[in-house]
């Protein structure tokens, strides 16, 4: 079923705006996030209420008329929404994603029109990685040249395609037999023939993204409907540094989720330990104090993930190989250290709370499975590696959309 925008969008006007709108809903999803996991509801009515805010086209173009935002409060507007839903926090990351795509290689025609449809509240999916092959970054779905010039045929299958059944448009990874087999982004609709998108995501966290699997059967694409991806990377470049620092936020958010809970737990439904003889569990002063390290933990966390989004601020206001190297690894750091806290944090959450936190009606372990299972997007100990060989050596990051 495609995504439904609204009639008429709300158009944000500026980052203070979108951080109270982001508060707001993140307030209004989380009251329902613990039943939606549990039961696997398909958060529908919460995405299209996300399209109506105006959240979606804060990073379009003031001179196409959006807010176009600061990533420090891109950044934020996701910690906000994973504090709340991990799962619906990481539905519009890919979306984020395609906007800069468009924002740095599509032409003006092409960005008039579908940053336009961004703004109307349409979202993009995702259609890029593939199983069975030999990497994450080896493609064989393809896009070849129709025989009357009018356009392309796409064919493929791709998966863990978060976003896609929701979607409006799925921007789909291929390579161009046209351009060397090297890679483009297609822009398809989600309701175009030839189109499948199967619910079969069947993952032990993150279980209400829908990150299931596209079929793309011989799918015409007009020609003013793909974006030339490879040049992204041929010079200095924040998308792998803006897409990863998502991830970060997305981590950072549930820790934080989850270590409210567990200090409302303790707060409210804890009994103490006996030997305490305390009243409460919260006076107790061993509990205080794991609070206290999880505490330092997660400000930890949140001070790399906004220096990483200054930097890549920074170096947008002046992108060179330097300011790029230099948001690439602070990302990479930010990165790195909010998977491990994300993870931590959240099983800590049933070391401070005890033995009933561990209940399934509580749906508690839902912070847990969303950490274990979103930071395997990709391994921390390569990002320690890159930033390794940087400090060491001056190595410069690779341009690969990763890192």
Same mark, same amino acid.
């Given at each position: 079923?495609?995504?439904?925008?609204?009639?008429?969008?709300?158009?944000?006007?500026?980052?203070?705006?979108?951080?109270?709108?982001?508060?707001?809903?993140?307030?209004?999803? /989380?009251?329902?996030?613990?039943?939606?996991?549990?039961?696997?509801?398909?958060?529908?009515?919460?995405?299209?209420?996300?399209?109506?805010?105006?959240?979606? !086209?804060?990073?379009?173009?003031?001179?196409?008329?959006?807010? +176009?935002?600061?990533?420090?409060?891109?950044?934020?507007?996701?910690?906000?929404?994973?504090?709340?839903?991990?799962?619906?926090?990481?539905?519009?990351?890919? =979306?984020?994603?395609?906007?800069?795509?468009? /924002?740095?290689?599509?032409?003006?025609?092409?960005?008039?029109?579908?940053?336009?449809?961004?703004? &109307?509240?349409?979202?993009?999916?995702?259609?890029?990685?593939? $199983?069975?092959?030999?990497?994450?970054?080896?493609?064989? %779905?393809?896009?070849?040249?129709?025989?009357?010039?009018?356009?392309?045929?796409?064919?493929?299958?791709?998966?863990?395609?978060?976003?896609?059944?929701?979607?409006?448009?799925? *921007?789909?990874? !291929?390579?161009?037999?046209?351009?060397? +087999?090297?890679?483009?982004?297609?822009?398809?609709?989600?309701?175009?023939?030839?189109?499948?998108?199967?619910?079969?995501?069947?993952?032990?966290?993150?279980?209400?993204?829908?990150?299931?699997?596209?079929?793309?059967?011989?799918?015409?694409?007009?020609?003013?409907?793909?974006?030339?991806?490879?040049?992204?990377?041929?010079? #200095?470049?924040? =998308?792998?540094? %803006?897409?990863?620092?998502?991830? !970060?936020?997305?981590?950072?958010?549930?820790?934080?989720?989850?270590?409210?809970?567990?200090?409302?737990?303790?707060?409210?439904?804890?009994? #103490?330990?006996?030997?305490?003889?305390?009243?409460?569990?919260?006076?107790?002063?061993?509990?205080?104090?794991?609070?206290?390290?999880?505490?330092?933990?997660?400000?930890?966390?949140? &001070?790399?993930?906004?220096?990483?989004?200054? &930097?890549?601020?920074?170096? /947008?206001?002046?992108?060179?190989?330097?300011?790029?190297?230099?948001?690439?690894?602070?990302?990479?750091?930010?990165? $790195?250290?909010?998977?491990?806290?994300?993870?931590?944090?959240?099983?800590?959450?049933?070391?401070?709370?005890?033995?009933?936190?561990?209940?399934?009606?509580?749906?508690?372990?839902?912070?847990?499975?969303? @950490?274990?299972?979103?930071?395997?997007?990709?391994? @921390?100990?390569?990002?320690?590696?890159?930033?390794?060989?940087?400090?060491?050596?001056?190595?410069? *990051?690779? /341009? =690969?959309?990763?890192?």
């Amino acid at each position: 079923m495609p995504g439904s925008a609204p009639a008429a969008a709300h158009v944000i006007e500026d980052d203070t705006e979108a951080l109270k709108v982001a508060a707001e809903l993140a307030d209004a999803f /989380r009251a329902g996030a613990a039943r939606r996991d549990a039961e696997r509801e398909l958060p529908r009515a919460e995405l299209d209420r996300l399209s109506a805010s105006g959240l979606l !086209a804060v990073t379009v173009p003031t001179e196409h008329g959006g807010a +176009d935002v600061t990533v420090v409060t891109l950044a934020e507007i996701f910690r906000l929404l994973a504090t709340a839903d991990a799962s619906l926090a990481q539905i519009p990351q890919s =979306h984020f994603v395609y906007v800069n795509v468009l /924002r740095r290689q599509g032409t003006p025609e092409q960005r008039a029109f579908l940053l336009g449809e961004v703004l &109307a509240g349409r979202r993009f999916g995702n259609a890029q990685s593939e $199983a069975g092959t030999r990497h994450v970054q080896d493609f064989r %779905t393809r896009l070849e040249p129709e025989p009357d010039g009018d356009g392309y045929t796409l064919t493929g299958v791709k998966h863990y395609t978060t976003g896609a059944l929701f979607a409006d448009w799925i *921007p789909v990874l !291929a390579k161009a037999a046209h351009d060397g +087999d090297r890679l483009h982004v297609a822009y398809v609709p989600r309701d175009e023939p030839g189109v499948t998108v199967v619910d079969d995501w069947d993952g032990m966290g993150q279980r209400t993204t829908a990150s299931g699997t596209v079929r793309l059967d011989r799918v015409h694409v007009p020609a003013d409907r793909v974006v030339p991806h490879h040049r992204t990377f041929t010079g #200095p470049q924040l =998308h792998g540094a %803006t897409a990863q620092l998502l991830h !970060a936020a997305i981590d950072v958010g549930i820790a934080g989720g989850a270590l409210a809970e567990a200090a409302e737990f303790v707060r409210t439904r804890s009994r #103490p330990w006996f030997e305490s003889g305390l009243e409460r569990a919260a006076d107790d002063p061993l509990l205080i104090q794991r609070f206290g390290e999880l505490a330092v933990q997660l400000r930890a966390a949140e &001070a790399l993930l906004t220096t990483a989004a200054r &930097a890549v601020d920074v170096a /947008r206001a002046g992108l060179t190989d330097g300011s790029a190297a230099e948001a690439s690894i602070a990302v990479a750091a930010a990165k $790195a250290f909010s998977a491990t806290a994300a993870v931590e944090i959240s099983s800590a959450l049933f070391e401070v709370a005890g033995t009933r936190a561990a209940l399934n009606g509580l749906n508690l372990h839902r912070h847990w499975r969303d @950490a274990r299972t979103h930071t395997l997007h990709d391994p @921390a100990r390569w990002k320690v590696q890159h930033i390794g060989r940087h400090l060491l050596n001056g190595t410069p *990051p690779p /341009r =690969h959309g990763l890192l």
